[in-house]
């Protein structure tokens, strides 16, 4: 799958139900930076009022997995994937919309190139934060993806 905003928000409606009826979306995604949206909304708030913190963490997960989806099918070789580890902090009532942007593409591709060169599993933290309508950040994720190429 080429890694395009409506290619990929196609392949979440089927594949990631529970976040493309949650609202989120991705926007943008370059060689250095991708971008997914999501607004708060009856369907995805706590009892509080804000945005779950489960539904801002599929929107951080996926501006780093759709990086590392995006470098594997550029590589065109047979890569697993998974996130090993996350955390999360939060730092304000998520309302409104809100933007995820992660900026690590270039270590992503440099991440699948070792992975291929070696082929042995390799691992590295991507981060994403979460800003606000007022450009505030409301939450800040790490996620530790592991990679490795797959033998026939």
Not at 2 to 17: A, E, G, I
Not at 36 to 45: A, D, E
Not at 104 to 130: H, N, P, Y
């Amino acid at each position: 799958m080429n890694v395009t905003p409506s290619r990929f928000n196609m392949f979440m409606f089927f594949k990631l139900p529970s976040a493309w009826w949650s609202g989120v979306r991705l926007q943008t995604i370059s060689e250095s930076e991708c971008v997914v949206t999501v607004k708060h909304m009856w369907i995805n708030q706590n009892p509080f009022r804000s945005m779950f913190w489960a539904v801002q963490g599929m929107a951080a997960e996926m501006t780093t997995g759709a990086f590392v989806t995006r470098e594997i099918n550029l590589s065109g070789e047979n890569i697993s994937m998974l996130v090993s580890r996350n955390t999360a902090n939060f730092t304000k009532k998520a309302t409104g919309t809100i933007r995820f942007i992660c900026n690590d593409g270039q270590k992503v591709k440099k991440l699948i190139k070792k992975a291929v060169d070696t082929g042995k599993s390799q691992t590295m933290w991507i981060e994403s934060k979460g800003y606000n309508e007022d450009n505030i950040i409301v939450s800040h994720f790490s996620f530790e993806w592991s990679v490795k190429k797959r033998t026939l």
